[in-house]
């Protein structure tokens, strides 16, 4: 598989905290990699480790199949990153905010101007950045890190403290980049309902340690969906279910959940309950969200 980022077996100790242990990812490339993890898993220590701003206590990161060890400033000009609160210069337009860093890296002002097209903002461009709304300011920030023509690009809670409209711009942003662009994206977010709407890929960490990775799809495969029903006689129907082998759990009220493999056993509890002279009011199957298996995940 073409990987853009590897971790083997990263470790990044503070004294006594582990803050990263035996961590080893695998990012696709050309992959929306949602990485997740409460607060205090480790996600910006691993981050701050891919881009070479710490240096592990022992195991390597490679980029691009080569180690970040050896050849640090000659692949991190392949990586695009933001992470944490934007540095913007609010007395400059968003092109002058641009053209300061594009003389740093050395970039080209077609460059510049495509990153600022890439985001939205090149009708935008010439106004002062303090004009910018929290959304126009995000964006400016990810053409900031695009500005290089990155083949990774790694965002560290890149919606945080931004209003809907503004969260819908970033997450159209975010499906775009490696849908037309081939851009890989390396994405840590909070925000579980906004990954599962961008994310081809999952990893999730606790206390520093890897608890899965894999495709969005097999995530959702191993965690079966749920039927919730209503019934006139819930205790009734337990004892029917019970009877049939299903587990069942009380919701309260006329309500009961249970676990189900698909529209099969959904006809089969049906006709069971009606057989067992239970009136069914409500039948909803639902697919877990991936808040409900990070929760099931982490709290194992």
Request: hydrophobic content about 45%; charged content about 20%.
């Amino acid at each position: 598989m073409d990987t853009t980022l590897i971790t083997h077996d990263l470790t990044r100790r503070f004294g006594e905290l582990t803050a990263v242990d035996a961590l080893t990812l695998s990012v696709p490339r050309g992959a929306v990699y949602g990485f997740l993890g409460p607060n205090g898993a480790g996600k910006t220590t691993t981050i701050r480790l891919a881009l070479g701003l710490i240096h592990p206590s022992a195991g390597e990161v490679l980029l691009f199949g080569q180690p970040l060890r050896r050849r640090r400033l000659e692949l991190l000009r392949r990586v695009g990153a933001l992470v944490e609160v934007p540095s913007l210069y609010p007395h400059l337009s968003g092109r002058d905010n641009l053209e300061v860093t594009r003389r740093l890296i050395d970039a080209t002002k077609a460059q510049r101007d495509r990153a600022l097209a890439l985001v939205g903002l090149e009708d935008d461009a010439d106004r002062l950045v303090k004009t910018f709304s929290m959304g126009m300011k995000q964006r400016l920030a990810l053409a900031l890190a695009l500005m290089g023509e990155p083949e990774l690009l790694i965002l560290d809670e890149p919606t945080n403290g931004l209003d809907p409209a503004g969260i819908r711009e970033i997450r159209e942003l975010i499906c775009k980049l490696p849908q037309e662009h081939g851009i890989t994206i390396f994405l840590s977010s909070h925000l579980l309902a906004e990954i599962e709407q961008v994310a081809t890929h999952i990893g999730i960490i606790q206390q520093g340690r890897l608890l899965f990775e894999g495709t969005l799809d097999a995530l959702h495969a191993q965690n079966e969906p749920q039927l919730v029903l209503e019934v006139d006689k819930p205790q009734s129907a337990k004892e029917v279910l019970h009877a049939y082998g299903w587990k069942v759990r009380g919701n309260g009220g006329h309500s009961l959940t249970l676990a189900v493999n698909g529209a099969a056993d959904v006809a089969r509890i049906n006709t069971q309950l009606v057989q067992g002279g239970v009136n069914i009011y409500h039948l909803n199957l639902q697919q877990p969200t991936l808040e409900d298996i990070f929760l099931a995940v982490t709290q194992a």
